[in-house]
């Protein structure tokens, strides 16, 4: 490749990563302007008052494919921008070319398979899920436990802090809950104990333009099949 050629790939490489990182962690002009993966497949996903688990289980399954299909579009988007590399017929690209679609291909391929696999039997493989199967009694499903959380997250007196599209803590009359990425932590009030692990203060807040105070807390629960977290 020329030097012009190189220096062009580069150039496209390094706004694609920038592109990445506003899909994966967006700002707040982001958000306000709806590229989020929750607002563009809003209808897949469905109403998060209305059922909260089943639309975060949905979501992070969204978010794996959509998420592990970035590699493969930038090949994609980089042969459409650069033609003359011959990345629509991989036999005659370069050899690292040939390596990036071999591991973007991977990646995605591996993606739909785990989420497909968290699919079946309506979502009985999934983490959430499975997670859920944990805090209930032996009698009942991890769609009780479902159902009691999505009672709870309909009431109006829970707190929440936090984006709706990142890390957020939600806080029930039994729950306590933390929704991350590609995952959401559960755990219920009368099984934790809560230890101030830190605190910091901001003179502006990005939510409301005001002083603000964070304090971190770890939540460990006395029941041994659910992961310690912490909050903020």
């Not at 958000?31 to 289980?57: D, K, P, R």
């Not at 590699?71 to 921008?81: K, N, P, Q, S, V």
């Not at 105070?213 to 992961?227: G, P, R």
């Amino acid at each position: 490749m020329s030097l012009v050629q190189d220096y062009s790939v580069l150039c496209f490489t390094l706004c694609y990563i920038f592109f990445c990182g506003l899909l994966i962690t967006p700002p707040v002009e982001v958000i306000s302007a709806g590229l989020t993966v929750q607002n563009i497949f809003s209808n897949v996903l469905g109403s998060e008052t209305i059922n909260f688990v089943y639309y975060h289980i949905k979501r992070s399954s969204v978010t794996l494919v959509v998420h592990s299909f970035l590699l493969l579009f930038y090949y994609i988007t980089l042969g459409w921008f650069q033609p003359q590399l011959q990345l629509y017929v991989p036999w005659k690209a370069a050899l690292q070319y040939q390596l990036v679609l071999a591991i973007a291909l991977t990646i995605f391929i591996g993606a739909c398979s785990v989420v497909y696999y968290w699919s079946r039997n309506n979502w009985n493989n999934h983490p959430i899920a499975t997670q859920l199967g944990y805090l209930g009694d032996s009698s009942s499903s991890w769609r009780s436990v479902a159902a009691s959380i999505n009672i709870e997250f309909r009431r109006i007196d829970k707190f929440t802090s936090g984006i709706p599209t990142g890390r957020r803590i939600i806080v029930t009359d039994s729950w306590v809950i933390k929704t991350t990425t590609y995952y959401v932590h559960v755990a219920h009030q009368r099984d934790i104990h809560l230890t101030l692990k830190a605190s910091e203060e901001h003179n502006i807040s990005y939510e409301n333009m005001t002083r603000v105070q964070f304090v971190h807390m770890d939540v460990n629960s006395v029941n041994v099949h659910i992961k310690p977290f912490t909050i903020r």
